[in-house]
């Protein structure tokens, strides 16, 4: 019956799509949020997780069992969702996802919207509930499933199945958090809950805010327009303090590590030791340029050892906590860029560095995994290509690299309990998405499950990738060209640049239409070229070609892209009279920055939610890569755009969320003042009640409002 | 020699236009703020000020003196400011006005920057200074000059010449304010200190607003944006509370009147007896529907009586103090519109009405003061047409008017202490300024001095004035119609229609080009027209005019302003095609009102400050035209513009400015939120750090962006 519904829903889908060969894509089908965008968002109709050496699919609300993987078309039908929703004495809502064991257990953890609770596949009965609490957030089941500790308001609790609740913390004061992630969610934090291995301890962030100054957002949705505060330590000013607390779920106490002074310094990549006795914690100062490995006992709260430090001019930044290896509580894996790109070093915990695992001009994504004997360990790489992700494993004694996918693409995976096989998740430019099984001794791939290409048949316009050198004439930058689907080369087309540019990203790569979006498609279907470039100061490329822009932001990356000007104007069928950049958040910045750097280039810029100067911006990332402004005024100074609000030539556009949190709307406040001061006009709009992105139905309004700024300016001009 | 310097001014004035017949005027030039905007603004070089019976001519800072009115040439010249400056024993700082006495005493009160004094004229020497403290404001001399008055942040203060100070209150709650102006300076209130007529007492008002709900302002300007509250009361919601109290400068004791419940009442247009020993207050109910004058005595704050009751089923709305009749404290002027216009009522004190003093589909729009005997009173009236404002004077016995002038025009007066004499200062459509002196027994007009046409000798737009007929096809509106100066009837000119349209207002008069401002000139060099008409529900037209839009605003206005659309486009020379709109204030509200009511009439708007639903707006003004939301749901829904944003389809342009205490930001972020919910596009523009108007020379920014607009989106498209 499981094939038989594919079949229909296929022949239904290319039957509708032969029709409508030059069919004209809207926003609302293009753009998430779009009443009709999950109809033309690649889907892959099967997802699929490791169950020890089973594998476990889930199509909809049904799990299906592989119990061979060497056989995946013999899967046997396990249970629905609903039923397990049925059998809950006292319902906690609607199932959205199950969590398999990795060991094999066929005990799951189900996640319902009022609570989460344990589950028996093979006898079919529930184990146990944990409500959610009313306006409770950040659960965490122990790994022991037998607490759950969450987060009300600021305070921290624990819960156990029988409904029986501990507060971890009693704290009043809403300046201070207990048990949410910290430091702005910089340094890979994105949780403030750590349980030990076995469960019987918590380790968690306590984050004093008392001494940060308030930014005041506003609500006008309230009968009484009002005000909510946010706490936003400002480049060079007051920042937050941060403590870590490790609560005994025995004897319900806390305890302190003794984490010491300076306290503003940053306390992050928190991991336990596999015995559950020492916590390690990785500390930076300020200044973000010296990383202190820092163990401490778990039980007192005593500083143990610096395991070792790493320094750097510009700045360092840890994103992986220790990862012991498999069955080896003395050997760990450490992920550092100290030698220029992302490689795994192998310690031992006494500090002492056994092995550098990889080496090479290239980068270390992401961890997988060890295989059953932690011999080998699984990653994934930017080898050969940064466009690409594929899926490698080192061994540890031999130091021998394999790649075990074939094709390229953006690759992760997931591996089963022996190590044995691994689920390969992947998309390339011209495939939407597919998940292949691989066997990793013969290196064999089976197709499991693969999405259609949601424009079917139609004429679509066209993804090109290539390469232009960067401003220092030795750099290959990567870009996508879009062309409109019915192409003319003698014609003279006018061009959208879509720029973001900052650190921590990466905009050209070889997944799906080479990660070309919904707008793009949009813009090149109004018969504008689109084109995308990585410039100097984004990531995956290593440290020199990340921090070249360091303490002077914007200023290489606008050369950069005006690189990519220069190359798009020696394309025969670009109107350079006729080119407009649109970006958002550090895009925002480098379209204003690129419109008042190289004026005259752009008629028409689109800048959403954008920084104008960076003291306006946070401690955390903006000191990493700023310093603070006493340090190095002369570079805020050179990154500002309040300073060159006077150069306005083009049509520009400023677009912020009135409540954006992130970058603050002082920004764009500031900015207009600068420009009504030296007597420019850009214009602006404003999305009340958003933050700094407009999510949900808006965002179609959003791109209807860009998309009319580009038509405005530049087509009927 | 004064005669030689303006004599020398003329020349060169005219010598440098006629060699720039054909000048196209700057925003600078025209827009006040502007760099250029004092050299084409026309400037009366002489002002005037009655001292008893003789006429004190203040040119710059040198003062002469007329003594005998019948002979104006024959002048004395008595002091230069600076004189008085240099005379301080301590620095006040720079002098920049005189208030001469109106009994003709040689002493001056003189105002500088830093404090206030006495100066006696004859003998060139000072009698007293008073230094304003720090940061104090409201400064108000007692009229016997013995005490300042002053508040500093919410408290009131007296000091003497000698800089003693007594604190009239001692608050700390910052929500309670007192001896400033209350209920939002409506009711004519624009001050919240009223000395007795002896200075022996002094009333005071105090406002408690701590039960007044905050709106959020938010200063950008800061390192960090910080919130400045300010006590907004929306319609509906609770009102603030307002006492009146009595300060005795003998005792230093402060009595409080009896103004009992309830206690969200109008305490109003506070005035002494002539003895000092009652307070008048006319006292409104919260519902504005009735008015009550009642009397309190300053001793003991007991209430007295109430002499009489003034009901009306939409509203009353006194803005005039009584009026004792000069040397009969028997007797005072009443100022209502009880039998549909503004007149003038002859009362005694027991509360009985000896007689209406003057009649007639026309208004008193202004009282100017008793002649000496106390026969005949002064006051200036819309008799014969509601486009002049004429001097005229009634004998309280005869009841017979006369009146001064002879020129039509917009006239005010200043009256010599005998009577016999007055300055006639006015201007009209084709007279950019002057000030006559008028013998009131001959009717003999004597020119004393005449602002230059700042425009010159250049061909300027004209300026037309003309009536079309109201939606109820019977009453006359009047607008004025710019036309460009060079104008070829057989040509199609695009239109801007400048709008305000609410109460107390009137936009179209005979003064200096009918009123029209520097921009309306600067689209006309543009090639627009340019039209401007007061529609039913603005003011000096009676209350029926006005009160027709009673509890649903918007509507009215609106169908009177498609009148005027209508005339627009039976002109042979308007292009219906393009024609846009702006107005701010209730002309924003009017804008977008207009936009949407009657969609596809305007191709262009530019609303600034606008109000977009009536329960935004404060209690004073929102209740009194709409009663509250409770009482009125229906009302509320009709003039809403937030649930028509849907009905959008020209280009609109929102202005606002974002710490606006007045029409709080609240209107326009809930109007964009309404409009992206409804897929339609209005765009933005914000002044940072501005309020409800945009001052200084930003408001040259601000016009060179609406007219940014309309060239945008009427030409060209």
């Given at each position: 019956m499981y094939k038989q519904v594919i079949f229909i829903l296929i022949l239904a889908l290319s039957g509708s799509l032969s029709a409508q060969q030059d069919k004209q894509f809207t926003l609302e089908e293009l753009i998430p949020g779009g009443k009709d965008y999950a109809s033309f968002y690649p889907r892959i109709p099967v997802q699929y997780q490791w169950n020890g050496n089973s594998l476990a699919a889930i199509r909809n609300d049904s799990v299906w069992m592989i119990g061979n993987p060497a056989r995946i078309n013999k899967k046997t039908f396990i249970i629905r969702f609903n039923k397990i929703e049925e059998g809950m004495a006292d319902s906690l809502g609607s199932i959205s996802r199950l969590t398999f064991s990795r060991e094999g257990s066929s005990v799951v953890q189900f996640h319902a919207t009022g609570g989460t609770g344990l589950y028996d596949l093979k006898t079919k009965t529930h184990l146990s509930f944990f409500r959610y609490p009313e306006q409770s957030d950040n659960h965490l089941l122990s790994p022991d499933h037998t607490y759950l500790a969450f987060t009300k308001e600021n305070n921290l609790y624990v819960t156990d199945k029988n409904g029986r609740e501990w507060p971890v913390s009693d704290e009043s004061n809403s300046g201070i958090v207990y048990g949410q992630a910290v430091h702005r969610n910089e340094f890979g934090i994105n949780g403030g809950i750590f349980w030990s291995p076995s469960g019987r301890k918590m380790a968690f962030y306590r984050m004093d805010e008392t001494m940060v100054s308030d930014y005041p957002l506003v609500d006008v949705s309230a009968r009484v327009a009002n005000v909510k505060n946010s706490k936003y330590p400002m480049a060079g000013m007051t920042s937050h303090r941060v403590t870590i607390g490790v609560f005994d779920t025995t004897t319900k106490e806390t305890i302190w590590l003794k984490t010491g002074e300076p306290d503003d310094h940053y306390l992050t990549n928190i991991a336990w030791s596999p015995d559950g006795k020492s916590v390690y914690v990785a500390e930076l100062n300020r200044a973000q340029n010296r990383m202190q490995l820092n163990r401490y006992d778990a039980s007192t709260g005593h500083f143990d050892q610096t395991l070792f430090e790493e320094n750097h001019s510009a700045y360092v930044e840890p994103e992986n906590p220790v990862l012991f290896v498999k069955g080896n509580e003395e050997q760990f894996i450490w992920q550092s860029r100290r030698n220029g790109y992302n490689h795994l070093y192998l310690y031992d915990i006494t500090g002492k560095m056994l092995k550098q695992l990889t080496d090479g001009t290239w980068e270390v994504t992401e961890v997988t995994g060890f295989d059953e004997k932690g011999e080998h360990l699984y990653f994934i790489s930017t080898l050969p290509s940064p466009l690409d992700r594929h899926i490698c494993s080192v061994a540890l004694k031999s130091g021998r690299i394999t790649q075990h996918n074939t094709l390229p693409g953006m690759h992760t995976a997931m591996l089963s309990a022996s190590g044995r096989y691994l689920t390969d998740r992947y998309t390339a430019h011209d495939n939407p998405g597919r998940i292949d099984l691989i066997d990793t001794s013969s290196g064999k791939a089976t197709l499991l499950s693969r999405a259609e290409n949601p424009f079917g048949g139609n004429n679509m316009p066209t993804v090109e990738l290539g390469r232009v050198k960067a401003a220092d004439k030795v750099t290959d930058l990567?870009?996508?060209?879009?062309?409109?689907?019915?192409?003319?080369?003698?014609?003279?087309?006018?061009?959208?640049?879509?720029?973001?540019?900052?650190?921590?990203?990466?905009?050209?790569?070889?997944?799906?239409?080479?990660?070309?979006?919904?707008?793009?498609?949009?813009?090149?279907?109004?018969?504008?070229?689109?084109?995308?470039?990585?410039?100097?100061?984004?990531?995956?490329?290593?440290?020199?070609?990340?921090?070249?822009?360091?303490?002077?932001?914007g200023v290489v990356e606008a050369e950069d892209q005006m690189r990519g000007v220069e190359f798009l104007k020696s394309l025969p069928y670009v109107d350079s009279e006729r080119m407009g950049i649109h970006g958002w958040?550090?895009?925002?910045?480098?379209?204003?920055?690129?419109?008042?750097?190289?004026?005259?280039?752009?008629?028409?810029?689109?800048?959403?939610?954008?920084?104008?100067?960076?003291?306006?911006?946070?401690?955390?990332?903006?000191?990493?890569?700023?310093?603070?402004?006493?340090?190095?005024?002369?570079?805020?100074?050179?990154?500002?755009?309040?300073?060159?609000?006077?150069?306005?030539?083009?049509?520009?556009?400023?677009?912020?969320?009135d409540e954006d949190p992130t970058v603050v709307m002082q920004h764009t406040?500031?900015?207009?003042?600068?420009?009504?001061?030296?007597?420019?006009?850009?214009?602006?709009?404003?999305?009340?009640?958003?933050?700094?992105?407009?999510t949900g139905h808006d965002r179609v309004h959003l791109h209807e409002h860009i998309t009319r700024y580009f038509e405005d300016f530049i087509r009927k001009e």
């Open positions: 990567y870009y996508r060209l879009i062309k409109p689907a019915v192409f003319d080369a003698l014609k003279k087309y006018p061009v959208a640049v879509y720029v973001y540019g900052g650190p921590h990203s990466q905009m050209v790569s070889n997944r799906w239409r080479y990660g070309s979006g919904g707008w793009e498609t949009y813009m090149a279907q109004k018969g504008y070229i689109v084109f995308v470039m990585d410039n100097r100061g984004t990531s995956y490329r290593g440290s020199a070609f990340e921090q070249v822009t360091h303490r002077r932001l958040s550090y895009g925002g910045f480098m379209t204003i920055n690129m419109l008042l750097r190289y004026p005259g280039v752009f008629r028409v810029g689109v800048a959403g939610g954008p920084v104008i100067d960076w003291k306006y911006y946070e401690v955390m990332y903006g000191e990493r890569y700023m310093d603070t402004p006493q340090e190095n005024p002369e570079g805020y100074e050179e990154s500002s755009l309040l300073n060159k609000a006077d150069r306005l030539q083009s049509r520009l556009l400023i677009i912020h969320g406040l500031q900015f207009l003042k600068a420009s009504i001061g030296a007597g420019t006009h850009p214009d602006l709009f404003l999305y009340p009640g958003h933050g700094h992105n407009m």
